[in-house]
């Protein structure tokens, strides 16, 4: 499902706490990660619950692999939120996952 209320998210990678923050209505939401050889493991997503029954999950998970994109690295999710989204976009992102990972 398509959220139709896609936001536009300012990512902060705040490096010395390995995490990618953003705001969603005053609330801060992570994604937490583990840099290794040129690979980002995006392990924890750390949201509000009632931003997740809003689906700006998706928003915000679709912001952080535009960053990892643009620097150039690839990405493990093992996080199983985003692992599940990484499924259900498999197409338009399998270009962001390191050879021999399959999601």
């Given at each position: 499902m398509e959220n139709m209320n896609a936001v536009e998210l300012e990512i902060i990678d705040n490096e010395f706490l390995r995490q990618f923050e953003t705001m969603i209505d005053g609330k801060k939401?992570?994604?937490e990660y583990a840099?290794?050889?040129?690979k980002v493991f995006l392990t924890k997503l750390i949201m509000n619950e009632e931003h997740l029954e809003k689906g700006y999950e998706q928003d915000f998970i679709i912001a952080v692999f535009n960053v990892i994109e643009e620097r150039n690295i690839k990405l493990v999710?093992?996080?199983p939120i985003i692992a599940k989204f990484m499924r259900?976009?498999?197409r338009k992102y399998k270009n962001l996952l390191p050879v021999g990972i399959n999601i």
């Open positions: 939401a992570k994604i840099l290794q050889e040129r999710p093992t996080s259900k976009n498999r």
